[in-house]
């Protein structure tokens, strides 16, 4: 039975664009197979703890040598890969903030990277290959070529090099200039800002065509 991951990242509740298209594209995954099931995950409102010195090699800890704060940092580790394991699809809001991705994002990859979970311990070879990885990345600036911030988004750089050792691959649907409608200083980009994100939405309704039914 197809499965879908959806997670979200995003601390601007309902005034989120990148809610507003992971809920666009889950409602299309959820017509495309509706025998289907959802595991969702609310990075912005329930972050994972970040890896510390006295939790970073709690994987390599015996077990029954393992402080409390290390067996429940293990837990989650483990829970965060089973919910990737689990999946045929996932689905992740990927807000810009700093020019970077949202430190819980950060938190939730490093809990993903793991040697004995994610990573074959003897040949080192990523085990969560072959899932369809969706990205549904929003930006408030514009960093497209040839723009003064050209480069600028480092979340949409650092993502695919953080996920590469676990064998995944995401691919991203970008929508920029999301803040031009609550920012005056951006007013005159607005029209390109609703063309983008209109770009974004249609490539969405074409992740998963009637074809797909099955």
Known sequence: ?????????????????????????AAAWKAAYPDGTVTYRDLGKDPLPHIVPSTVYSGAVPVEDRTSEQAASWALSQEVFAEVQAADTVLLGLPVY?????????????????????????????????RDFVVLATRGGGYAPGTPREGWD???????????????????ITAELTLAKVNPAMADLIPLADKSLAA????????WPASALA
């Not at 480092?154 to 991203?172: I, N, S, Y």
């Not at 974004?200 to 992740?207: C, G, R």
């Open 98 to 130: 700093n020019f970077g991705a949202p430190s819980s994002v950060k938190a939730w990859v490093d809990h993903l990277i793991a040697l004995g979970l994610s990573i074959d311990p003897e040949t080192h070879e990523g085990l969560l290959g072959g």
């Open 1 to 25: 039975m197809p499965h879908l991951l959806h997670i979200d990242s995003s601390v601007q509740g309902a005034t989120s664009v990148s809610r507003r298209l992971t809920a666009r594209a």
């Open 200 to 207: 974004a939405e249609q490539s969405i309704d074409a992740l």
């Open 154 to 172: 480092h979340a949409e750089q650092w993502l695919p090099h953080g996920v590469a050792m676990a064998g995944l691959t995401p691919r991203f």
